[in-house]
């Protein structure tokens, strides 16, 4: 199944018979503060320097990392099908209860602990223009659709924040009756999802090949 691209203006909606649903069953396990998973494979040992020095150069790593290797975004979609959309309170209860917290750009993030403090390990923004998320006015929470990512080069293990928000989506998915989509909006195959992973594998050591040269 495919979705189209949404225009700059927001989708208008057909009427919804009903809320989406939000179980409630397991959300104290979902009530998540910061995680920590692996540093990237690239990262030096900081045995001995201060933090100072260490967040300085882990941040000219990924400049390297970026000039060589380049970026790499991954995306995955949670869609609530043809002329339908996520209520606000839905979509609220539902990103609060995976972990996910609102903050910078009006978006709603997944914190991981890292040496220069949290950093966002993935992201969550509206599928419509301009994508925005805001507690505060409720209309921009009710959307067709949720767009999950996150950013490479950053200063966790891409292949591992990959796993976290993998689960976040299907939660996402199974709360709100919603539809998981790949990056291009087709639905998510158990091969799309394995294609990523070795995507990741791959950048990972490209990363680790462009750290080493960088601290040669």
Known sequence: MGVDEPEDAPIQPEPVDRPARVSR????????????????????DGHGRDDRDQQQDQAATEDTISEVVGEKIVVLHVHAGEGLCFTAPAVREALEASGLRFGQHGIFHRHVDTSRGQQPMFSVASMVKPGTLNPDEPDTLETPGLALFMQLPGPFDGLSAFEQMLEAARRLTD???GHLLDGTRCDLTNQAVEHIREELREYRR?????????HA
């Open 175 to 177: 709360q709100l009756e």
């Open 206 to 214: 490209l990363a680790h090949l462009a750290a080493r040269r960088h």
């Open 25 to 44: 069953n397991d959300d104290d396990a979902w009530n998540l503060g910061p995680v920590r998973i692996p540093r990237p494979a690239w990262g030096r």
